[in-house]
């Protein structure tokens, strides 16, 4: 259908321009030069505590024609960061993608590491025995990698986070002047504007360590953040049957469907369909059109050990709060509106056709 749109619309400004008399069109050029066409990839890493859905998350920037993998980190939060770089080595071959996975923090800048129930079972995969890669993690440090991938390419490298923000903090701190040359950093993390996950107040990656969080907005840098809300829309959850037609899926899909397993029976206990906010989260980066709106915001991260540890207080350009706090600028962009049903489709394409 894609390729039908497209071509009315050659036909039609061929049309205009005859009629214009601005030049006959060269049939053997009738798209224009592809090379000229080509959009520039975005050179990527990604950063994840690699457990199911992070895996698929994966899968989809794998399969995009959109990005260009310069390596992905891992560390502690879904599971310990042994087991999520091996998810990510298997998600990847998978794939059938050779990318460098290094392995980073294991535990959080300053508290201990929060032990919560594994909703994705205990290896991050749904306990199915899927985990075998052939390849290794590598021998260097990720934060090491990240600052040297942005070093050798200031301004186009940008991040996509996928777990706690530890590794981005850390290297923050070891080198600040190097990230700001960070040219935008795509997030799963907060609540977004509605409820939290790991507490009714907080989302899991933030509330794994929010110092890490608060750490990295106070850095202003160019920052996308797509919430836990977006993701808990029900035209954008898996279904049961969404889940049997994955079994079915392509190599992707079958490995998904069983590496859900875990992760789909906990949502089910609690009657609900399943939420993919990190998929969505890549989704955001390659294909555009799933993101309706963004809203700059002004974000705080509550680090009080108390109830409100890890709640992102959101304070929306363009609207007045009597208390509003003095800030020195809008420190993330925060996607308000997603287009559900085509993120859902796209989605499911990758995984089954």
Known sequence: MKYIRKAIACLTAAAVLLLCGCGAVDPNNFFGSAQDNAPQKHKVIID?????????????????????????????GNVPTDNAADNALMTLEVCNVKVPVYIGADKPLKKERKEMVSVHGSDGMGDQDLIHPHSSAEKGDAVDFILDTIKSDPGNVEIIALGPLTNIALAL?????????????????????????????????????????????????????LGFDMAATEEARLTKDDMEILALGNE??????????????????????????????????????????????????????????????????????EAMPEIGSYNLDVVTKIDADLFKYNFMSVMTD
Do not use: H
Not at 48 to 76: E, N, P, Q, R
């Open 48 to 76: 994840t505590d690699t457990g199911s859905d992070d895996a698929a998350a994966l899968i989809l920037a794998a399969s995009s024609d959109k990005l260009d993998i310069l390596g992905v980190t891992v560390l502690y």
């Open 173 to 225: 701190k070891k080198d600040p002047d190097t990230m700001k040359l960070c040219k935008r950093i795509w997030v799963m993390g907060t609540p977004g504007f509605g409820d939290g996950n790991a507490t009714p107040v907080a989302e899991f990656n933030v509330y794994s360590d929010a110092e890490a969080y608060d750490a990295v907005l106070r850095a202003e840098l160019p920052m996308t953040v």
């Open 252 to 321: 992707k899909g079958v490995f998904m469907s069983k590496a859900f397993s875990k992760l789909f029976a906990f949502n089910q206990e609690s009657g609900q369909n399943m939420t993919l906010p990190d998929p969505m989260a890549v989704a955001c980066l390659i294909w555009p059109d799933v993101v309706l709106e963004t809203k700059a915001c002004y974000g705080e991260v509550c680090t009080d050990d108390d109830d409100t540890y890890g709640q992102v207080i959101l304070y929306q350009k363009g609207v007045v709060y």
